[in-house]
């Protein structure tokens, strides 16, 4: 990723941070309408899950400038999701939820470059946990 991209990663998700809870709700709403089958992997009540996601993804942009203390981090949260039944393809599921959020929760400064340099993260973020679910 280029400095530029995580500029960009940083500076919209300043634009989330206030809006963290809603945000992880409209989440979570457009993964299980993505994928309903993914909503009984999750406990009934949602709060947790919602403030444990946004931070690990408030780690992941802050982390963007020196990844080297995230990757044993995520590697390990990789790890711990072939326990809650997490499969290779519903990163992609995830993926595109956390996008689509992104997409409501900017608006218009969620531009080309903007949606770019998320992807990029969110590939890296997934990746990583991936290369941890494989060791
Ligand atoms: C980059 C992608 C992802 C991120 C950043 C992420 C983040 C997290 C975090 C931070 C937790 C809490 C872990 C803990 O309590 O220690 C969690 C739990 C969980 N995640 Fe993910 N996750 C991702 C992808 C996925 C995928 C692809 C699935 C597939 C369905 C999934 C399903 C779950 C489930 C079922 C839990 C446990 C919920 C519970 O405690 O009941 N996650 N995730």
């Known amino acids: 990723m280029s400095p530029i991209q995580v500029g960009l990663v940083q500076e919209s998700w300043k634009q989330v941070v206030p809006i963290a809870d809603q945000a992880a709700h409209l989440f979570y709403g457009r993964l299980f309408e993505l994928d309903p089958k993914l909503r009984a992997l999750f406990k009934e009540d949602m709060a947790e899950q919602r403030r444990k996601l946004m931070?690990?993804?408030a780690a992941a942009v802050e982390g963007l400038n020196r990844p080297v203390a995230?990757?044993?981090?995520l590697r390990e949260l990789g790890r711990?999701?072939?326990g809650y039944g997490a499969k290779p393809q519903d990163y992609n599921t995830v993926g595109a939820a956390l996008l689509w959020t992104l997409e409501q929760g900017l608006g218009a400064a969620f531009?080309?470059?903007?949606?770019?340099?998320?992807?990029?993260?969110?590939?890296?973020v997934a990746s990583t946990m991936q290369s941890g679910a494989n060791t």
């Open 55 to 57: 931070a690990i993804l």
């Open 70 to 73: 995230l990757l044993p981090v």
């Open 80 to 82: 711990k999701h072939l």
């Open 111 to 124: 531009t080309a470059e903007v949606r770019a340099a998320w992807t990029e993260t969110y590939g890296l």
